[in-house]
């Protein structure tokens, strides 16, 4: 009867694991066909496009954005060919992975296989379909919460290849974006360093010291492979951000008011209760609990949530970060077995929240396309995005800039598309719509991965950076013999590429359309070198 058991158990391992792959899938897919957001949709789609043919983030073009998703968008473009699928698809396969890591680890953990099922296939519903394309905060969020399960791996079973992956994690988080993976580094560094104190062991440092090397030695390989110097990076990816982090923490975060940090996230809050109750109740009964690695995986888990909440508040897109509900339900379910299983009815209150917070969110921010702002766009009047090249083919296009008409949007551009494809001369393109270099299969030669993000760098008044990017331009303008400079708008926050950081002399400029400035380029001091 045991080994019957074991099969069976065996069989059902491999059905959820073939039902979170299609769902998880099928889901992303699904939604990531439906609408776009230019700022955001089409971020990686082009630069996944320029490293497929060789112009890389920091040497081509300044960027804060991290160069792990351009990498791995240029792979599968390589693979399947440059096509919206395989760019959807790249957003699907991470979550699908959050999905069935959620599932390994409560099912290592001794959940009962069918509990996590549900709280994993309640996580591939909610984790990257409010976005469906390849987006900064979505791949950080959640390759940090794959460094979170490491940690909790590592020291709950006695493999030290965790302690090899984990730094290795944690780099291609902070090389995705630099928040909120700083925090959750800070967060489980510290608790590594508590739990050595009292289970110091060389085997595990020597694991980690190696992931460290391996991962470093890996990242310093693709500077060099790709021309892209060290002082680049460090200027455009970590002091750049800095200082508009610092923007954000002082003008985002603050004032710490109860509305915004435990009645907008009370389901997060609700769903780490039992955490919090059974940690605090275990540390009057026994003050040695907190030498207990029982003890750190909650304090990991409570803390992370704080991290996600402290970052959904300085970050400016829609919220996203509700996914992590049906996770910490999971965990919150394994310490309810432990040590409240004679009161049912917490059990049921954890089934409702998971499930009802899922349907919640599915509902307000998914289903209605919110994180993308089309939460007031009747998808039925989408337009096939074929119409513009095959690379779309599938994608309905219903745009956040105009949701009411995508047939005059798409007309527009269509236009400007046509007066851009046929000018042979050595041209930039500046917009937002990132897909159209790809579609006339051309690099545009923008010095900025998205405008918007470098709106400070060239301002005279922000003299620090303003000079190392205005290098990056002149070289970008001089080398490529860029003589004219092509603007798609609306860019967000402003329509101006060059207003602020050159001479009126460097330029004239004239509209085209109604959407499509041109900026012919003058001989000036500004673009001398």
């Not at 950080?140 to 919460?145: K, M, T």
């Not at 980690?208 to 990076?233: A, E, Q, R």
Request: proline share 2%.
């Amino acid at each position: 009867m045991k080994s019957i058991k074991s099969i069976s158990d065996k069989q059902k391992k491999i059905l959820y694991f073939l039902l979170l792959l299609f769902i998880s899938i099928s889901v992303n897919q699904y939604y990531g066909y439906l609408g776009v957001c230019p700022i955001d949709s089409f971020w990686f789609f082009n630069s996944g496009y320029d490293v497929l043919n060789g112009y890389y983030p920091f040497k081509d073009y300044w960027t804060i954005a991290g160069p792990f998703i351009a990498f791995v968008q240029a792979l599968l473009f390589k693979i399947l060919n440059v096509s919206w699928f395989s760019y959807v698809l790249h957003a699907s396969i991470f979550n699908f992975l959050i999905s069935i890591s959620t599932f390994y680890v409560l099912c290592k953990l001794k959940l009962n296989i069918n509990y996590s099922f549900l709280y994993a296939l309640l996580v591939s519903i909610l984790a990257y379909p409010s976005a469906g394309t390849p987006f900064v905060d979505h791949h950080a969020a959640i390759i940090s919460i794959l460094a979170v399960y490491c940690f909790i791996l590592a020291i709950r079973t006695n493999s030290n290849i965790y302690w090899f992956f984990l730094p290795i994690i944690f780099f291609l988080s902070f090389l995705t974006k630099q928040t909120p993976t700083g925090y959750i580094f800070l967060i489980i560094a510290f608790l590594c360093l508590v739990h050595f104190i009292f289970n110091f062991k060389v085997k595990k440092i020597i694991y980690g010291l190696l992931g460290s090397i391996f991962i470093i030695s890996l990242f310093l390989l693709t500077l060099k492979v790709g021309k892209i110097t060290f002082s680049s990076f460090y200027d455009q990816y970590i002091l750049y951000p800095m200082m508009i982090g610092k923007v954000r923490y002082e003008y985002f975060l603050f004032p710490l008011e109860f509305s915004r940090i435990f009645l907008r996230f009370k389901l997060i809050h609700l769903s780490t209760l039992i955490l919090v109750i059974v940690s605090v109740k275990n540390i009057f009964n026994n003050k040695n609990y907190i030498k207990n690695n029982e003890f750190l995986i909650s304090i990991a888990l409570i803390v992370t949530s704080y991290a996600f909440i402290m970052h959904q508040l300085m970050t400016i897109n829609g919220m996203f970060i509700f996914f992590i509900i049906p996770i910490l339900v999971g965990f919150s379910h394994l310490f309810f077995l432990k040590y409240l299983k004679n009161k049912k009815y917490i059990l049921y209150f954890l089934l409702i929240l998971a499930l009802s917070s899922t349907t919640h969110y599915w509902y307000k921010y998914i289903n209605k396309r919110d994180f993308m702002d089309l939460r007031n766009a009747s998808m039925n009047n989408f337009v096939d995005a074929k119409i513009f090249d095959k690379k779309l083919s599938g994608l309905k296009w219903i745009s956040c800039l105009n949701i009411d008409d995508p047939k005059k949007e798409i007309n527009g551009l269509t236009k400007a598309i046509n007066i851009i494809k046929n000018d042979k001369r050595n041209k930039s393109i500046v917009t937002d719509y990132q897909f159209i270099s790809v579609i006339l299969n051309s690099y545009d030669f923008s010095p900025s991965h998205v405008w918007f993000i470098n709106h400070v760098s060239h301002q005279k008044e922000n003299s620090k950076f303003y000079e190392k990017y205005k290098e990056l331009l002149v070289n970008q303008l001089k080398t490529n013999k860029i003589k004219i400079v092509y603007l798609v708008k609306p860019l967000w926050q402003n329509n101006e590429v060059f207003e602020k950081g050159l001479n009126d002399n460097c330029y004239i400029k004239k509209s085209l359309t109604e959407i499509l400035d041109i900026y012919t380029l003058q001989e000036c001091e500004d673009l001398k070198n």
